[in-house]
Structures are given as structure tokens and as C-alpha cells.
């Protein structure tokens, strides 16, 4: 089944410890995205990678960094995770660039105290 | 600057009611991208439509129409005959061809169906 994958799915950490919320998918998609969902202010792109070993920064990439060594795996690194950082964040795909529809992931719900 | 506005922050109907979501959107581009994405309370968020800014035809799938208007930079989303099932959030948002990377969201509108 086509898919983009993120794990985990829900975290609860402290302010300072890092953590990685890994995003995969199997479509051999070239273009891959982190958005960030915020009540009132809709989905916000953090990061985007239009292939391997290309990446650039979004509308709000402080605090976040992101690697895209393989095609298929897309992860978010959180160096050290602030209340701020506290959201909903989904990864999505797309065959070419973000003018193509895009496959989003699950979400992954994040809490940081 | 690119931008989208969707004004209506939540929106109310009674099943079989039709409704009107609206999408302004500012750009500087001649050629840019709209789509809508719908986020059903289960949280995924699931791809309705694309449009692209040289094609102003009005679209219609099933109980879903989609009204571009670049005369008032509007892509307005209806549903007819609403059903519960319809209640979402539903993202009107904006990609620019010269930087087709970045994908704009709009704030979203939230649709209640009741029965």
C-alpha cells in the first residue's frame, strides 16, 4: 500500500532532550515536506527536500533540522525541544515539487513540558 | 507576499444544507497552484483538488464544486446536500510557480453537519 509512514505517533518529552520523529515512504517520491499544525494558524511547512541531499527552509525552521540521506526517509530532529514546539506534525510527499498533490503521513502529536 | 485566507473559522449546517467555503488567496505570480485538502476528525489529511491558475473552469465532482474566480483571486469550495460525514477541516492552499517547493496553507474552516 502507497503510504507515508511517521513514528511515533503521539511523544511527551521535557524541554531540552532531543528527539527524532522519522518520516518513510514508498511511493519513490522525489519531494518530501514537515508541516507544523498550530489551532488558528493552519499547517505551517517547517522543512522541504526536493531530493536526496536537498534540502531548504520553510516558513519555520527554528529549532528543527531535518536530513534527507536516502529518497524514501525524511526525519525531523528536535535538538532541543521547547514548550513552543508543542503541535501536530505531518510529513507528506509528492512525485515532483509541492505543486503536485502531496501524500500526507499520519501525524504525529508532540508535547513538550 | 503569497497568502490565503479562508475568513469563515467555523461553519455550522444542517445535513442536505448546501455550503460555501471560501479561499482568497494574494500572489504576485502569473501562474500558481490551488488546492484544497480536507482533515476528517480522525486527523489525516486527505487531497480534494489541484487547479492551476490558467485554468478557470469550474469543477465538479460529485456533490463537491469548486468556483475559481482570478478575477477576485477566489477558489471557493461548495458541498451540496451536506452530509455528517462532510464535517471536517477543510485547507484551501497556494503554491507559486517560481517557488513551487512551498506549499501556503490557509488557517482552515471548520464544518459541522449535524442531522
Known amino acids: 500500500e502507497a503510504q507515508v509512514t511517521q513514528n511515533p505517533r503521539y511523544l511527551i518529552t521535557v524541554t531540552g532532550k532531543k528527539l527524532t520523529v522519522t518520516c518513510s515512504q514508498n511511493?519513490?517520491?522525489?519531494?518530501m515536506s514537515w508541516y507544523r499544525q498550530d489551532p488558528g494558524l493552519g499547517l505551517r511547512q517547517i522543512y522541504y527536500s526536493m531530493n536526496v541531499e536537498v534540502t531548504d527552509k520553510g516558513d519555520v525552521p527554528e529549532g528543527y533540522k531535518v536530513s534527507r540521506k536516502e529518497k524514501r526517509n525524511f526525519p525531523l530532529i528536535l535538538e532541543s525541544p521547547s514548550p513552543n514546539q508543542t503541535s501536530l506534525y505531518f510529513c507528506?510527499?509528492?512525485?515532483?515539487?509541492?505543486?503536485?498533490?502531496?501524500?500526507f503521513g499520519p501525524g504525529t502529536r508532540l508535547t513538550v513540558l | 507576499a503569497q497568502k490565503v485566507t479562508q475568513a469563515q473559522t467555523e461553519i455550522s449546517v444542517v445535513e442536505k444544507e448546501d455550503v460555501t467555503l471560501d479561499c482568497v488567496y494574494e500572489t504576485r505570480d502569473t501562474t500558481y497552484y490551488l488546492f484544497w485538502y480536507k482533515q476528517p476528525p480522525s486527523g489525516e489529511l486527505v487531497f480534494l483538488i489541484r487547479?492551476?491558475?490558467?485554468?478557470?473552469q469550474n469543477e465538479i465532482s460529485g456533490r463537491y464544486s469548486w468556483n475559481f474566480q482570478k478575477s477576485t483571486s477566489s477558489f471557493n469550495f461548495t458541498i451540496t446536500a451536506s452530509q455528517v460525514v462532510d464535517s471536517a477541516v477543510y485547507f484551501c492552499a497556494l503554491s507559486e510557480s517560481y517557488n513551487t517547493d512551498k506549499l501556503i496553507f490557509g488557517t482552515g474552516t471548520r464544518l459541522q453537519v449535524f442531522p
Open positions: 487547479r492551476n491558475s490558467f485554468d478557470e
Open positions: 507528506a510527499s509528492s512525485p515532483l515539487a509541492g505543486y503536485n498533490e502531496q501524500f
Open positions: 511511493m519513490n517520491h522525489e519531494y
